[in-house]
């Protein structure tokens, strides 16, 4: 009976002593600017949605369908989801986007995941446009992208009756569909896409999401002072000086930033989805990233053992999608203008 009463005696002191620990390392993650996604929903709806552009589920529904029509691309052959692909975390898996005609980005820029983009502070890699809805307008009309002027959009979409049908139950029977109207609902549906993982129900107190593995690579990630740039909700989103210590050894391309030579901070979330790294894609292997932020950010060297246990951590942000069925679109009619491959 004695020897009983130890053994339980341990096992409480054990568990006491986790909790303790996990108490710590979650008030730490919270004090170095790290915020979970809420479990609860109206919390969540209340963080994603725009007063501007409220959320409903009739926008919703149309942006996601606008989001997958390759119509809205001057060739008829390149959608939002070509660049920002829904199944392969939100990105294309190719160093450089490739647009119209087969035109990698002239800039060699990576197309940046579209899942949590909503938690950014700004959006594009050099932060020109301060929301979802002002960004879906940008790679329709660019050349190297989707290169649809404007007006060709608008044309085909209010050719289609069920298109316009949807627009009229979405917001209003006399509603004008205009180019800023038909971003704004892919911004909406865009607005959904975010994706809380099980370092979010860490953070807000479920202790047995993380492995100790992911809690060590957590607290390793947090003492390397990863966190100044990959924080808050977004662990990322925000414009950040770049080669702070020294250069980025793998330089393409002309980009340099904004004008103050800010970069916008990728989100870590489904980093392990949205391989290649950096604006320029020029590095596939996520322990190699960590290694090259060491260095260019930084100032330090991290051992390979140390990359290991942050890659631990980092793969642990991997997300539950949202169910996403892929829609059917309304068929052209006659008066829809036709595709464009020049």
Sequence with gaps: MKKLSVVVSGLLLTGSFAMANDAALIKL????????????????????????????????????????????????????????????????GVSAAIGHKWTVNPHH???PTVYNSVLNAVQFWDGRSPHLEDQAQGPIEAGPE??????????????IPEYVEEF??????????????????????????????RFDAYLNGHTDALTKAEKEGLKLFID????????????????QAFEIHSKYSFAKGDFTGDENGMVKTPTLRNIQETAPYFHNGNIWSLKDAVKEM????????ISD?????????????TGEKPQIVYPILPPSTDKTPKPDMN
Excluded: W
Excluded at 168 to 175: E, F, R
Excluded at 224 to 239: E, P, S
Excluded at 305 to 317: E, M, P, R, S
């Design 224 to 239: 390397k002072g990863c966190t100044a740039c990959h924080t808050d909700i977004g662990l990322g989103g925000t414009m």
């Design 29 to 92: 993650a919270k004090d170095s600017g790290l915020k979970a996604i809420p479990e609860s929903q109206t919390e969540l709806f209340k963080l994603i949605d725009d007063v501007n552009n409220p959320i409903t589920p009739a926008k919703v529904e149309l942006g996601k369908k606008l989001y997958f029509d390759p119509r809205l691309s001057k060739s008829n052959l390149i959608s939002c989801n070509t660049c920002h692909n829904l199944a392969l975390g939100g990105a294309d």
């Design 294 to 301: 060491g260095s260019v950010q930084l100032g330090i060297k």
């Design 168 to 197: 009229k139950k979405a917001y209003s029977p006399n509603v004008k569909i205009d180019f800023k109207l038909i971003a704004d609902t892919i911004g909406n549906f865009e607005r959904t896409l975010v994706t809380p993982s």
């Design 305 to 317: 053992k140390d990359a290991d246990k942050i890659v631990t951590f980092l793969n642990a942000l």
């Design 146 to 159: 989707m290169a649809a002027p404007a007006e060709l959009v608008v044309a085909r979409i209010t050719s």
């Design 109 to 111: 820029l990576n197309s």
